[in-house]
């Protein structure tokens, strides 16, 4: 009686004047405008709202009736409009829903031959489309509200990932009624097509009363109390039987798919796909296609497409830049005085490089140099010498003081000579004073996909030879290791759903120090190993060290160099300061895809 009831509704709601055909919906640019016009004979009842997450456009056109040559328009992608979907939403209504890009705010008009949708176009020029000129197959669509569920559902359960908008809702009470007859309204109210078996057609249904729910949640309650479930065709017709029935024939059904994989591994899919696998099922990756094949239980293989098509989304790269900071800085200063004293005809005492006279040598070549005081010149080899030289002829004397710490490469020299009566005072006042700076500065950069990890080097690899350890040097096995050194930059990002970035990050500089060691090579390395969350193109200090090291020595006569005031006329002072700072910054950018910018 109810769905006698309720046909009799629908049949009264279409009595009257006759619905306009929705004939056409057209996107075309309007300078920097999107235009979407849904031409419709006659004048309509216009109720729009947007939906987020993802956005969506929903126009409820009253009075109208569904003309399109199809339901559901894929890949559109233009104006930033990403696909359309229509459909007789109730026996006056046709409900078109608009996926778009981003949540834009929009502009409705409404003419004699058509209504008209504008927002700012967030992407870039586009084409007129229309859907008088799609000629791509048909999709099957099950009901006729916002949604398409998986028609691989068993038992009128979705299958995973399946995401469902509301579908009409209504209230239905049966107190004694066929399965046929409730059938036969649910099929008139939702226009969709139901086909129930033998054994459902027997089925009384009694004491059901349901209010103001979804038609698809009302009949899958319905039909679960009766032990009944439901499948969907790829046409989109509904078969009812009973729940074993429909599980026991998709477990003997086997179906073989190929799903592409664009952007991620086909080995790593292929190894979450067999944990959802039955024992019977088979998941293979094929690397030369980058495509998985899978075998398995059609609701099975539907469930693993749907879930490919979820994770298998084109990501944002992170284009990542570094600078490494190496700063060396030293200051020195070196004073000190010099004292030689001798009598004036007397012997000398004399530090330094100097030619002494030596035997007869083959690889020397030879002067004539007076070497016996008689006047007459001698052969004589002569060979240097950094010793302290001595030459004395009977009584004399001879001084020299703070000779073995002499500055270095001395900036300022001055020379000064006293004369004693029979002996002369030298003295060499020696001065320096230096500053040296040495900056080096390193940008790496790189570019990688996100959750990926990226290494940048640039630099060296040193062989080192490694004995086996605890055998003896003759019989040892000698093996060759590298070890990298020059600035080296390891990255792993990641992209966190506020579009900040997360950064796994490490910062090397390191050289080989050729310096004495009794083991091998020694490495000089500075390194910045850390994690940290920045935002899209700040810029992070992620390490800094400054190391400063002072030498200061004083040497000198003995006694006199402590004398108050007087004492700097008898020591040598030298004094070297050296600091070091290193700095590592990092800058990250997100590098979107065009369509994915077009979102943001």
């Not at 046709?94 to 992407?123: H, M």
């Not at 005492?349 to 007459?376: C, K, Y």
């Not at 990255?491 to 310096?515: C, F, K, M, W, Y």
Request: aromatic residues 4%.
């Amino acid at each position: 009686m109810i769905a006698k009831l309720i046909l009799a509704l629908v049949l009264a709601a279409r009595v009257g004047e006759a619905p306009k055909d929705v004939s056409e919906v057209r996107i075309a640019p309007l300078g920097t405008e999107t235009e979407i016009s849904v031409y419709v004979e006659g004048d309509v009842t216009v109720t729009d709202f947007m939906l987020t997450g993802p956005p969506r456009l929903i126009l409820d056109l009253k009075g109208a009736s569904h003309g399109l040559p199809r339901e559901s328009y894929e890949g559109v992608g233009r104006g930033g409009v990403l696909r359309i979907r229509s459909s007789q939403f109730r026996p006056e209504v046709v409900r078109l829903v608009f996926d778009l890009t981003a949540e834009l705010e929009y502009e409705i008009t409404q003419d004699d031959d058509a209504v008209r949708v504008r927002f700012p176009n967030p992407g870039e020029s586009f084409a007129d489309w229309t859907t008088s000129g799609e000629e791509a197959p048909p999709v099957a669509v099950m009901g006729t509200g916002e949604a398409v569920e998986d028609n691989r559902a068993i038992g009128g359960e979705p299958s995973l990932a399946v995401v469902q908008q509301a579908q009409p809702r209504i209230t239905v009470n049966y107190d004694s009624a066929s399965m046929l007859d409730v059938l036969g309204g649910f099929s008139e109210f939702a226009g969709i097509s139901i086909v129930p078996n033998g054994d459902a057609a027997d089925v009384t249904v009694r004491g059901v009363d349901i209010r103001d729910q979804p038609w698809d949640v009302a009949l899958r309650a319905i039909l679960s109390a009766q032990g009944l479930g439901w499948k969907t065709t790829e046409s989109g017709i509904i078969i009812v039987d009973k729940l074993e029935s429909l599980v026991a024939r998709d477990t003997l059904l086997t179906e073989t798919r190929v799903l592409r994989i664009n952007y991620a591994s086909a080995d790593s899919v292929a190894s979450t796909l067999e944990r959802l696998a039955t024992d019977r099922g088979q998941v293979v990756a094929y690397q030369g296609t980058n495509s998985v094949i899978v075998t398995d239980a059609p609701s099975v293989v539907a469930r693993m497409d749907t879930i490919v098509s979820a994770l298998d989304k084109r990501t944002p790269q992170v284009a990542i830049e570094a600078k490494i900071v190496f700063v060396d800085r030293s200051d020195i200063m070196e004073l000190g005085i010099v004292y030689d004293l001798k009598e004036r005809d007397g012997g000398f005492v004399e530090q330094g490089i100097n030619d002494v006279i030596a035997v007869p040598d083959p690889n020397e070549p030879p002067q004539l140099v007076d070497t016996d005081g008689d006047g007459i010149p001698d052969q004589a080899f002569f060979k240097r010498t950094n010793e302290t030289l001595v030459n004395i002829g009977g009584d004399a004397l001879a001084t020299l003081a703070n000779a073995n710490d002499r500055v270095v490469t001395p900036a300022l020299q001055i020379l000064g000579a006293v004369v004693f009566g029979e002996f002369s005072l030298f003295a060499f006042i020696e001065a320096l004073e230096a500053h040296q700076l040495s900056d080096v500065q390193a940008a790496p950069s790189i570019r990688v996909v996100d959750n990926h990890n990226a290494r940048i080097h640039v630099g060296e690899k040193t062989p080192i030879r490694v004995l086996e350890q605890g055998a003896q040097v003759e019989e040892a096995t000698i093996n060759v290791q590298f070890e990298e050194t020059g600035i080296i930059l390891d990255v792993t990002p990641h992209i966190t759903n506020n579009n900040q970035i997360l950064l796994d990050l490490s910062a090397e500089r390191s050289a080989l120090d050729l310096g004495p060691s009794d083991i091998g090579f020694i490495f000089k390395k500075q390194i910045g190993q850390t994690r940290l969350l920045v935002d899209d193109g700040e810029t992070a200090v992620i390490g800094g060290l400054t190391l400063s090291e002072v030498t200061r020595s004083v040497t000198g006569i003995p006694g006199l160099m402590n004398v108050p005031l007087l004492g700097a006329l008898f020591r040598t002072t030298k004094e070297q300061e050296s600091k070091t700072d290193l700095i590592i910054l990092v800058t990250p950018h997100i590098v979107f895809p065009d369509d994915m910018r077009a979102a943001q």
